[in-house]
């Protein structure tokens, strides 16, 4: 099997039942695996809902032993929710505007060039890590600096060595946010923590504990899966060299093929919702109290929709993918994913002309009885950049 090669594990219970039933602390948890299904679920926000659980409970695997505070807006239902949504668009919409684009693009070209000039790399560690944390830098406006606090964390803030959640990393990530509040609050600045202290919610000041829910969502959230889907697009196109001179050449598909290639890698394999009713799915009872889970990356090579689901065709025509999410919590963050991989995919093919795999170690997820390949622990490279 190729490095790029990411099997989907969901094929055969997808086709046959179209719902995996796993366990988490005990507890039932139905995984949708069907597109239709779970965009119907996503849509049902009041029969699968987000607000009910204790923090870190739709998380599957349970996040509730490592963190006490509910994340916002994931964690939470219409219409408080939606007043969250409203106040935090603006701000992750920026990296549509120029002078964002102009930032994000010298912080990443910063990073390629230095890569392009090593004789070798370990892409996770040395590359996309960096990246994640110094584009973080332009989204919450801090200075660069404080990317090097977040690079010491590792690829997921709340996970250590092995994938196990280690509830003393959480707490270093913690007791940062809660320094960064207690500053903020004594000297405002322009960074979202400060922006948040001074934001309005429904006519009321933020609280503390709120602006911390939406900053641990901020770190947590767009980490692990950022990094992964930077290595995974560098690694494809190590696979796939002649793709990279076909994108030099046609530059209008970039867009398209970051889709594709988030489709294909699914960073976020699924999200749980509280059940609040007895219900079916697919022909399945779902309890109320249990928990459904939201199967994006099965999903995702749902052959219903997507032709040849386990290809990447970077010029796929039409593709709903629900790498994001799909409804009301689809993901914040998106913007500023897709303009990181556009920049990121852009760069590649005009600087790079082949990259070469030398070892690797796979970051392989455990899902009830099922493995599924998300990414690298470790990868090692060498860029032969274009003459
Ligand atoms: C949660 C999740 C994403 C969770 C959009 O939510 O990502 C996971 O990596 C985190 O551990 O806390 O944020």
Known sequence: MKASEFPDPFRSTRTQSGVYRI??????VNLILKLRDLRKCAHNWKTFNSGDAAPGRIVIPSEEDIRDVRQIPVEMDPPEQADFRALLESWFKRPLEDNYQAKLDEVIKEIMNEAFSKDELEVVSEFSLKLQSRALTVLLNTPMDEADTWIEWGTH???????ALNSEKAGTVDEYILNRIEEASKNPSEDLFSVLLQSDVNGRRLTKEEVHGIMNLTFAGGRDTVINAVTNTIIYFADHPERLNWLRENPEFIGKSVEELIRYFTPLTHLGRTVSEDTFVCENAIKKGSKI???WASANRDGNTFENPDEVI????????VAFGFGIHNCLGATHARQILRKVVKELSEK???????DYIENIETIGDLKRKVGFDEITV????RK
């Open 23 to 28: 366990e988490d602390r005990g507890e039932e």
């Open 157 to 163: 803030v709340f996970r250590g060595e092995g994938g």
């Open 293 to 295: 889970g939201l199967g």
């Open 314 to 321: 970077l010029d796929r025509k039409v593709n709903p993918h």
């Open 352 to 358: 790079v002309d082949s990259i070469e795999i030398k």
């Open 382 to 385: 060498r860029f032969n950049p």
